[in-house]
Each structure stands twice: as structure tokens, then as C-alpha cells.
């Protein structure tokens, strides 16, 4: 690991918000494209290759979901004693070694229980690298800048994420029709590997270091902006489990523009209003934000039209793009320094919403059909905003 000298240790204070962030937003572009390009096809690959029903689906889209939040206070218990880089390292190659297992479910003869096995060790692989390389990144991202600019950090790390979702649904969809699930694993092998040298070249910050503090204190500090965010969440995990069953079930084509949509509507809202929450209050910008999301929710479930259904996933993907660093300002401030990535790794483990959201709403497209994912995220929504008041009551300085 890179020996962070005193004068880098003070960067911080002098470093711009481009140069400090811009690396960590291209490691990770690169890393969440290896998940974002995967998640369309993965039930069209299941449901359509293998043969397995909605709820299986949701399973192995929400696996790595949920693999990502039981590991995530772990991840920020490494970024805070051993340094952001470290966890960064460590879960780069995890992600790219997923890329294995997809290619080996694809490849693999025999029986299709057996394909399903080899692409969940794969699914659980990939949640062990994303909760490692998106908690360093993060704490990293705070480290170079300052603590002072968490929010910075929290909206730039987001435009990367679903920038990569935005821009990696289309991608693997080509991919998919081109080359098959093949394409698909040496995709994710692939991308990570080029994430892999920047965080090699990019030097470590120093590790918070402190007392390590039990989970449940941790949570017991950020639970409620957490709950927010995991609401907000659910249309996300639905349109990334259901929405490309749901434009075939009905005869549409181009799902992966819906997605496109999405990624490309929050990263743009992110870009133009990232000082939003700082200059009009991260409740008030939260709640506009969860009126939006619900709106865009309802046009896809009632959507008579791709047209209607692409305006509702740009209007979720609008909603939702504020929610994380407002939340996140918040959380993050209910703690101290030493335990900021414990704070951060916790907080956004919330997004279990993402594992959960598949195989509970997979249970209920067999009865109502795959666009009740959208009114479930609808409510989930309005859910978040009932609760918005107790949040606005925490300490937000």
C-alpha cells in the first residue's frame, strides 16, 4: 500500500473537489459498470435460459444485494483501520473474479439447477467486492477532500454509480444479443481489472483509525435517514429485477433505454443540483424528491405505452437522485471522525432494498403481473415520505 506522507495527509484542505474526486468517480464508472451492464440481462438470462420463474429472478438479482449490506460494516471496519485503499483493493478484484462465474454459468453443460448455482456464487462474490470497493471509495473520497464536503463526495459518488446502471443497461443488453452470457462475464472481468490500476496509482489517505464502535450503536445513530433511503430504493430494485420482463410481457422493445433514462435523468439532476440539499435544506429537497420518484412509479405501472413508461423511469430516475447525499450529509454527521466509515458503510448498506425488492415482489408478479414492481415502489415511496419528519428533527449541523 502507498505510504501517505504529512503533506498528503493535509491535502485535503487545499485539494479541489474535481481533482480530488475525479479518480475515485473512474474507478467507480468502471466497477459499477461491471454490475450495472449485467443486472437487464440477468433475468432474461435466467427466466428465458435457464427457466426459472419471477421469484428466482428476483432471488439472484437481490443476492448480491444482500451479500453487499451483511458485509458492508465489516468493509468500513477495514477502510477505517487499515485505510480506504485497502478496502478498495481488496474488493476491486473480487468484482472482476464475479465476471468468472458468470462465464463459467454460461459455459458450464449439464443441468440448468446446476448454471444456477455457479452464477449465485458469482451474485455473492460480486456483494463481497462492491461492499469493499464502494465503502474505501467513499471514505477515500472524504479523506482527499475533508470531511467538510461529505455531501460533495456522496452525490459525486452517486452520479458513478448509476451513470454505470445508465449507461451499462444498454451496453450489456447489445452485448447479450451479440455474444450471449458469455459476453456478459468477460464484460465483468474485464472493467474491473481497468479500475484495478487507478486505485493502484492513486495514493492512500490515512486510515480514521479509533475504537471500533458495535454495530448497533452505528445504526442506532443513522437508522432513520437509512430507512429513507431504503425506500427510496425499492423502484430502483424493482426496474432493475422486473423492468425488462415487464417491456417483453407487453411487446415493447428497448427496455435498456428505459434504463438509459433513468441513469441519465439522475446523473444530469445530480450534476446541475448537487448544492440543492445544502443551500434549500436535505429535507425539504428529499421530500420534493420522493413526490417525483412516486409520480414516475405510478407512470410506469399504468404506462399504456413505452413512450409513458421511458417518462416514468426518467422521472424515478429524477426523484431518486437527490435522496442518498441528502440522507447521507445527515447520517455521516451523527457520528465522529474515527468511525466515518463504519457511518458510511452502514448507511449505505440501507440500499438492502435492492436485494429484498426481487424476490418479494417476484412472489407477486405471478398473481398481478411483473408492473406491480412499479406500484410497490410507488408506495415504498410514499412510505419515506411519512416518515421524512422524524428525520427532519435529527441533528443536521
Known amino acids: 500500500m502507498t505510504v501517505t506522507t504529512p503533506s498528503q495527509m493535509n491535502q485535503p484542505a487545499t485539494r479541489s473537489a474535481v481533482s480530488g474526486l475525479a479518480p475515485l468517480v473512474v474507478i467507480i464508472l468502471l466497477s459499477f459498470s461491471s454490475i450495472g451492464a449485467p443486472l437487464p440481462v440477468l433475468s432474461l438470462y435466467v427466466h428465458n435460459e435457464l427457466g426459472f420463474d419471477a421469484f428466482t429472478v428476483g432471488l439472484v438479482i437481490g443476492l448480491q444485494s444482500l451479500v453487499t449490506v451483511l458485509t458492508r460494516h465489516w468493509a468500513g471496519g477495514i477502510a477505517d483501520r487499515r485505510g480506504p485503499k485497502a478496502a478498495a483493493l481488496a474488493g476491486v478484484p473480487l468484482t472482476a473474479i464475479a465476471g468468472i462465474f458468470y462465464l463459467a454459468s454460461a459455459w458450464m453443460p449439464g443441468a440448468p439447477m446446476h448454471r444456477l448455482g455457479i452464477l449465485l456464487l458469482g451474485r455473492i462474490m460480486l456483494g463481497f467486492g462492491e461492499s469493499l470497493f464502494l465503502t474505501g471509495t467513499m471514505t477515500w473520497g472524504i479523506g482527499r477532500i475533508g470531511a467538510a464536503r461529505t455531501g460533495r463526495v456522496m452525490a459525486w459518488q452517486g452520479i458513478a454509480i448509476y451513470a454505470a446502471f445508465g449507461l451499462g443497461a444498454p451496453l450489456g443488453l447489445a452485448i447479450y444479443g451479440a455474444q450471449g452470457f458469455a459476453g456478459i462475464g468477460f464484460l465483468t472481468m474485464a472493467l474491473p481489472l481497468l479500475a484495478l490500476v487507478v486505485v493502484w496509482l492513486l495514493p492512500a489517505v490515512a486510515a480514521p483509525g479509533g475504537d471500533r464502535a458495535p454495530f448497533y450503536k452505528v445504526v442506532g445513530l443513522i437508522w432513520r435517514p437509512g ?60 421530500g420534493i424528491s420522493l413526490a417525483i420518484e412516486t409520480a414516475g412509479q405510478l407512470l410506469l405501472w399504468l404506462a399504456p405505452q413505452p413512450g409513458i413508461a421511458l417518462l416514468g423511469a426518467a422521472l424515478t430516475g429524477m426523484g431518486f437522485s437527490l435522496v442518498f447525499p441528502s440522507m447521507g450529509v445527515i447520517a455521516t454527521k451523527q457520528v465522529p471522525a474515527s468511525q466515518r466509515g463504519r457511518a458510511v458503510g452502514n448507511f449505505v448498506a440501507f440500499d438492502i432494498a435492492v436485494g429484498l425488492t426481487g424476490p418479494v415482489v417476484g412472489l407477486l408478479t405471478g398473481a398481478f403481473g411483473y408492473d406491480v414492481a412499479f406500484l410497490v415502489g410507488a408506495i415504498a415511496t410514499i412510505g419515506a415520505g411519512v416518515l421524512l419528519p422524524a428525520v427532519g428533527r435529527m441533528k443536521a449541523e
Open 227 to 286: 430507512t429513507i433511503l431504503m425506500l427510496a430504493t425499492v423502484p430502483f430494485g424493482g426496474m432493475a429485477a422486473f423492468l425488462p420482463l415487464d417491456y417483453a410481457a407487453h411487446g415493447w422493445a428497448h427496455a435498456g433505454l428505459a434504463m438509459a433514462a433513468f441513469g441519465v435523468v439522475y446523473t444530469a439532476v445530480r450534476l446541475v443540483g448537487s448544492h440543492w440539499p445544502d443551500t434549500h435544506g436535505p429535507v425539504r429537497m428529499v
